[in-house]
């Protein structure tokens, strides 16, 4: 079953024809728009109609996170704010967050993605799309939800959190397909089962989880404990949000990236060469049809390889392996993207805290958790025990405000934290590995 066939089967040959039409249309449109590529292009010689074929891609420079950042929030923006429909954001590496927007046409193609890719999964017009992304500037929420309602399935607006009434909603409503983190998935099952409620009596039949690395192992655990069939989507709010990339049904072996409205390539992150098909390496996207902040070779920092194998069920699009990790320090707890700079900031500015700190992410039960300890001036501890609780509080408002993750501060006298002779070791994660 496919949502858009005619695309989504495309032939290689026309798919690449496509890419390449569509690729140069961009460009065309970043150089004359956006000034940070203008400049770019030229300091390398390079003009739009320099790009005669997909391999011509290789020559255009990179775009990375920082570049969004010292763009902020607008810089890199290609159309007027009269365009502009929609703005989300994401973390940033430090204090600011990483700003998007998206035009109409932009918002149409992000729900045909989100839609095909729905399909992909085993979802249909008549599914009741239970949706426990977040709803906000996180793009999850948002972009599962008019997805859904493209393919004209009904979608329950759910959001995060609330757990106990997402469960009672599921059972009263007969959701038929979850929408939302992998870990969150198996939080759901176990609360459910503290409240006597067993998945197997819900309607639920199909899983779409992403946002954040999982493995194997936890989808074998989730589909046993949710008796659901669970399928892995891709994606990141610079590109457009979910719907990059996600597995069929067929096969669940790979996620298709949508091909005619993205280019993947990999490439070591350290020589930034491209390596061969199969092979690991960091995910480089280039947006071909994005109106609102079109992106040449972005690099996502996500490891993964790619596989131009025809696959079982009859798409043309090449294949991503599940994500195995990053190539930066980015971690993603209880589906929040977290850089260890962010929290630091947010320390640096508290008077009385030395610069050493830890990170230490755990996984209780099903749930993610994060432990701050931060060495502050020894003084404070010859103060009142109240007057340490009260900064501790304050430091977990003040991450809690950024980032929208709780978090428990536990302060320390100087010299606790370990030091280390090269690169200052900031997080320690007891997770199981993906
Ligand atoms: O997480 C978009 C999304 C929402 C994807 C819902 C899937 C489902 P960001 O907040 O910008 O956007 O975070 C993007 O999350 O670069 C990856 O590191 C990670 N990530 C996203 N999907 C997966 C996945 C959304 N399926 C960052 N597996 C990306 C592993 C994932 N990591």
């Not at 290689?12 to 024809?17: C, D, M, N, S, T």
């Not at 004359?32 to 739009?48: D, T």
Request: proline share 5%; charged share 25%; hydrophobic share 35%.
């Amino acid at each position: 079953m496919y949502y858009n066939e005619e695309f989504e089967t495309l032939p290689r040959p026309a798919l690449e024809a496509l890419q390449l039409k569509r690729l140069k249309t961009m460009l065309e449109r970043v150089y004359s728009n956006v000034p940070f590529y203008k400049e770019k292009f030229a300091s390398l010689g390079i003009r739009p109609e320099s790009v005669k074929s997909l391999e011509d891609l290789r020559s255009l420079p990179f775009t990375v996170k920082q570049d969004m950042r010292d763009a902020y929030p607008y810089g890199l923006f290609s159309s007027r704010m009269e365009e502009i429909v929609r703005i989300h954001a994401s973390s940033g590496t430090t204090g600011k967050p990483t700003v998007v927007g998206y035009t109409k046409k932009d918002i149409e193609t992000w729900s045909e993605l989100m839609a095909r890719s729905f399909v992909s999964a085993g979802v249909h017009r008549g599914d009741i799309i239970h949706n426990s992304y977040g709803y906000g500037l996180f793009t999850g929420g948002l972009g599962a939800h008019y997805g859904a309602e493209k393919l004209g399935a009904s979608v329950i607006p759910m959001s995060g959190g609330n757990t106990k009434r997402q469960i009672l909603i599921m059972k009263d409503f007969g959701s038929t397909v979850l929408t939302c983190t992998p870990s969150y998935s198996l939080f759901l099952a176990e609360a459910a089962r503290d409240e006597g409620l067993d998945f197997r009596s819900l309607s639920l039949r199909v899983g779409i989880f992403g946002a954040e690395p999982w493995s194997e192992s936890m989808r074998r655990e989730i589909e046993e404990k949710l008796n659901i069939s669970a399928i892995d989507i891709y994606g990141l709010s610079e590109i457009m949000g979910p719907g990059v990339a996600i597995e069929c049904q067929e096969a669940k072996c790979g996620l298709h990236v949508w091909e005619d409205h993205f280019i993947p390539e990999i490439i070591n992150p350290e020589t930034c060469e491209p390596v061969p098909e199969g092979e690991k390496g960091e995910l480089v996207i280039t947006t071909i049809t994005k109106e609102g902040i079109p992106l040449v070779r972005y690099r996502t920092r996500d490891i993964t390889s790619i596989s131009y194998e025809p696959c079982p069920c009859g798409r043309t699009h090449a294949r991503i392996a599940r994500m195995s990790g990053r190539s930066d320090d980015m971690l993603i707890i209880r589906g929040v993207n977290v850089f260890p700079s962010q929290i630091e900031s947010i320390l640096m500015r508290i008077e009385g805290v030395e610069p050493h700190y830890l990170l230490i992410v755990d996984r209780k039960g099903n749930l993610d958790t994060l432990e701050v300890q931060v060495e502050v001036d020894e003084r404070l501890f010859s103060d009142e025990v109240k007057h340490l609780q009260e900064m501790a509080h304050c430091i977990e408002k003040e991450i809690k405000d950024l980032l929208s993750l709780t978090c428990k501060v536990r302060l320390v006298e100087p010299k606790t934290i370990t030091r280390s002779e090269g690169k200052a070791k900031r997080v320690v994660d007891n997770r199981p590995k993906a």
